[in-house]
């Protein structure tokens, strides 16, 4: 079992910045892969960024290429999420998510992001 828990969301201005990060903890030996995901109101969870180890290969959604920056401590079992030139459709509800390169991923609880144009 692998516990994630998110943390830094908030409220922030259109054209700021806000970095959120998760703390994995439990059984973090098997993670491959740590990942971001987003929820926005009466929309469906999309995927943000994901960030793999060993090499350290990241992918990233079109919409926040160029602005969102994610990074990983293997050491401290955590991934973090710089996000810059945050537009108001960023506003969402972003969740950590975190497994083994086959098999069952875990969730975080979620930490809220929101936006003010």
């Known amino acids: 079992q692998v516990q994630l828990v998110e943390s830094g969301g908030g409220l922030v201005q259109a054209g700021g910045s806000l970095r959120i990060s998760c703390v994995a903890s439990g059984h973090t030996g098997d993670i491959y892969t740590m990942a971001w995901f987003r929820q926005a109101p009466g929309k469906e969870r999309e995927g943000v960024s994901c960030?793999?180890?060993?090499?350290?290969?990241?992918n990233y959604a079109d919409s926040v290429k160029g602005r969102f920056t994610i990074s990983r401590d293997n050491a401290e079992s955590t991934v973090s999420l710089q996000m810059n030139s945050l537009k108001p459709e960023d506003t969402a509800v972003y969740y950590c998510?975190?497994?083994?390169?086959?098999?069952?991923?875990?969730w975080g609880q979620g930490t809220q992001v929101t936006v003010s144009s």
């Open positions: 998510n975190a497994g083994p390169r086959y098999g069952s991923h875990y």
């Open positions: 960030i793999r180890s060993g090499g350290g290969s990241t």
